[in-house]
């Protein structure tokens, strides 16, 4: 059965970058559409950005605040997906999820793999 891991977060000062990765086995994430969400206390869960499999951007919130600062990346070598956010703010704190599916929705925790979730808080 496969399996999403994620790494990475913890406690980052704000203006500095960080890197969220998952490692998936069982499975290749270069088959499947990956994605990013992120679940805070006021906003519920909601999807931050996505990947098809031939590298497109398949969704990015058009007024999402990260917009600009992130960038989603596969690493098929190694199996492992990222997400790289730079210039980090308070507001970006919360627990970021990686998924993989055959086709990516919006809804947190509806697809094929769901990361455990890697919490990122961010320090002013």
């Known amino acids: 059965e496969g399996q999403l891991v994620a790494f990475g977060g913890g406690s980052v000062q704000a203006g500095r970058s960080t890197r969220l990765s998952c490692v998936a086995s069982?499975?290749?994430?270069?088959?499947?559409?990956i994605g990013w969400y992120r679940q805070t206390d006021g906003s519920g869960c909601r999807m931050i950005s996505s990947l098809k499999v031939d590298g497109a951007i398949g969704y990015l919130e058009y007024n999402h605040p990260l917009k600009g600062r992130l960038t989603i990346s596969r690493a098929n070598a190694n199996n492992t997906m990222s997400l790289d956010i730079r210039n980090l703010k308070p507001d970006d704190a919360g627990m970021y999820y990686c998924?993989?599916?055959?086709?990516?929705?919006?809804?947190?925790?509806?697809?094929?793999?769901w990361g455990q979730g890697t919490r990122l808080t961010v320090s002013s």
């Open positions: 998924a993989a599916s055959s086709r990516l929705t919006s809804i947190c925790g509806a697809s094929n793999y």
């Open positions: 069982g499975f290749e994430l270069r088959h499947l559409e």
